[in-house]
């Protein structure tokens, strides 16, 4: 069995920025938004614990105070993260103005859907300034409504990657095209994770040129925590069932939150109650069950030491689990001894706050890069005592002698990469420059790149200033170039061909020239990041390709030639056994990854250079991946020359 490895290690200064405030009550996010606060449509992306309700609250009081706005409506996803909207007393901390919120203007409690639509439009017809509503009530109502009933509104839409572009499969992206278009209401997006795990985007392109951004990253907000020191993101591999193999990586001194699988997934026993028990049996002996708050205590086998354990995942008593969230939710996020683990299996994500939480543990392959975001999400908060928060995910071994091989490798090779999107997310940023000349001065957070292309045009610096990690999401999740990332495929293959293919995919609008500025960026920024970056004397050198260079030596033909992801599986590769290494790398060479036209065309010049070395034609039979991918270039090259001979000899036949 392997010991965890972890893919992801950050350490933060603990500067403070992120969590102090200023004369009005804001914290540096939430002094970004403010100073956003008159445009007409805001799309804030910042991480969780970073203050987003409480910037909107700051803004929504200045569009009804200042900007002749008459109503502010919040839409959350569900009605447990309605109270992060609740009335706040900001006076008492700087600012002009309260949130004040209505008992009756808050719709996140229990009842009818038809009753809190009665309720929502009613609202739309007092004078009452405030109200708070899940996603289903805003579009229920909308049903009934026109998107002139909006007029005069800020329409705010909390953990907005709910929405999707696609309007067929999302009726909240729908219903925020037709506001858009039909009234003058004022939008605020708020969002910790931009990406939806079904690849579908969030906003058209065209829609989303419609906001202004307001980007807060990881980095910035647990550089600046108090407590939080470090931040590790791992795997553990196990053969067999996970329930035999959770006790090695389930730390009994830590905070936990425990994810176990989805009961379609491979991973899962199928029984989901039993599963629980079996973690329950492995950290010790029940002593009972609390009755007013479900805890269950139970005594740890190796010292004696009672834990404080609550179970989310049975839902057979909706009494029962009613009571133990609502304890989580305020004895659990005053009190570091009121609970110890939590164990769930839909649940704890989204919005859910424990502050004390360290280690979230997550059995199985999740497809989604925002639940990954937001579990991990669960552990970085900041808290007195913290000084390390980890995640690991508890991934199953692909075996020989098992028929889906290939999907546990894909599963694996997905996990692999939404680690690294982890990685891009939470490491320092850093400013990257063209190099001319003798130009060595120094800039902080700058480098210089020979031949780098700088942005030329607004759209690009506004990619790159907001859009950077969304578009490495897009990148990461494709299937092909997870396969390339992890050595199937040539690096300057990867760099050259794969990513601007996904570039065009995603951004329609750019030209080549733009194409290729950001190319350039996500690829430079994605190799500096992985990189290791050393300070000798007054020089910094950084390690890429097992190789450290001088920065100022570095120019963009160097990283053309480095595949910026390829640490990551390095890592993976020390954490299996070799038979099951040689599994991965059979199944991603066995998955035929076809040829382009631009990519062979892009290979060629290679090709003839590694038929000058080796003294003969690459061979489609090697076991090497370089060569073998060579080789299919060569013939699919050779294959099109026949085809464009053939065609110019009906051509030609025809003119006769």
């Not at 901390?93 to 309720?119: I, Q």
């Not at 004895?331 to 609970?339: F, I, M, Q, Y």
Request: charged content about 25%; some cysteine.
């Amino acid at each position: 069995m392997s010991s965890t490895v972890n893919v992801v290690d950050v350490t933060y200064a603990q500067t403070g920025a992120s969590v102090n405030t200023d004369a009005l009550g804001m914290r540096e996010m939430q002094q970004r938004v403010f100073s956003k606060r008159d445009m007409q449509h805001l799309l804030i992306k910042a991480p969780p614990a970073s203050g987003k309700s409480r910037a909107l609250m700051f803004v929504g009081l200045d569009k009804l105070y200042n900007q002749g706005r008459k109503k502010v409506i919040v839409a959350v996803p569900e009605r447990s993260i309605g109270a992060s909207f609740s009335s706040a007393k900001l006076t008492s901390h700087g600012f002009f103005a309260d949130w004040e919120v209505k008992p009756e203007r808050n719709l996140c409690t229990p009842g009818s859907s038809a009753g809190k639509v009665d309720a929502f439009i009613d609202f739309l017809r007092t004078a009452d300034a405030i109200l708070v509503c899940t996603h289903a009530t805003l579009r229920f109502a909308f049903e009934r409504l026109t998107p002139d009933a909006f007029n005069g509104t800020v329409l705010a839409i909390d953990e907005f990657h709910h929405v999707s572009a696609d309007t067929e499969a999302s009726r909240l992206g729908a219903l925020l095209k037709e506001v858009m278009a039909g009234s003058d209401a004022h939008i605020v997006a708020m969002t910790g994770s931009y990406f939806r795990g079904d690849s579908v985007p969030v906003l058209s392109a065209a829609d989303e040129a419609q906001f202004t951004p307001v980007t807060f990253n990881y980095y910035d907000q647990l550089n600046g925590y108090q407590y939080l020191k470090s931040l590790g993101i791992g795997h553990h591999f196990y053969h067999g069932r996970y329930t035999d193999a959770i006790g090695e990586v389930l730390d009994l001194d830590k905070k936990t939150i425990v994810h176990i699988p989805n009961v379609n997934s491979g991973e899962s026993t199928k029984d989901k109650m039993e599963e629980v028990g079996f973690i329950i049996d492995t950290i010790g002996d029940v002593i009972d069950t609390e009755p007013d708050t479900g805890i269950i205590r139970i005594r740890r086998t190796d010292t004696g030491q009672v834990l404080r354990v609550a179970d989310l995942v049975d839902d057979s008593d909706q009494k029962a689990r009613s009571d133990t969230l609502h304890y989580l939710s305020t004895v659990g996020a005053r009190e570091r001894g009121a609970v110890d683990i939590i164990i769930a299996l839909g649940m704890a994500k989204e919005g859910f706050d424990w502050p004390f939480a360290e280690h979230a543990l997550t059995v199985g392959y999740r497809a989604s890069l925002t639940e990954i975001i937001q579990i991990t999400g669960r552990v970085t908060r900041d808290s007195p005592g913290k000084t390390h928060a980890q995640f690991t995910n508890l991934l199953a071994e692909p075996d020989a002698e098992r028929g889906e091989v290939t999907v546990s490798v894909n599963n694996m090779l997905k996990a692999i990469t939404a680690s690294l999107l982890m990685e891009q997310v939470l490491a320092p940023n850093f400013n990257f420059k063209a190099k001319r000349g003798n130009d060595d001065s120094p800039e902080p957070g700058t480098i210089k790149i020979k031949g780098f292309r700088e942005p030329s045009s607004e759209r690009v610096k506004q990619i790159v200033e907001t859009d950077l990690n969304d578009l490495k999401a897009n990148i990461l999740q494709d299937e092909t170039f997870a396969k390339a990332a992890a050595g199937g495929v040539n690096p300057e293959t990867t760099n050259k061909v794969l990513i601007p293919k996904i570039i065009r995919e995603r951004y329609p609008d750019l030209d080549d020239e733009q194409v290729e500025e950001i190319r350039q960026q996500v690829v430079v920024d994605s190799v500096i990041k992985n990189g290791e970056v050393r300070e000798v004397g007054d020089k910094r050198f950084i390690k890429m390709a097992d190789t450290f260079v001088n920065i100022d030596d570095v120019n963009i033909n160097l990283i053309d030639t480095i595949n910026p992801f390829q640490r990551a599986f390095e890592v993976m590769s020390k954490s299996v056994t070799s038979p099951v290494l040689k599994i991965i790398s059979d199944a991603i060479t066995a998955t035929r990854i076809d040829i382009s036209e631009e990519e062979a065309l892009a290979l060629f010049p290679k090709i003839q250079n590694w038929v000058k070395v080796n003294g003969r034609r690459p061979n489609v039979r090697s076991e090497d991946p370089t060569e073998k991918r060579y080789a299919g270039a060569l013939l699919f090259l050779q294959r099109l020359k026949q085809q464009r001979i053939a065609e110019t000899q009906v051509s030609e036949n025809e003119n006769v």
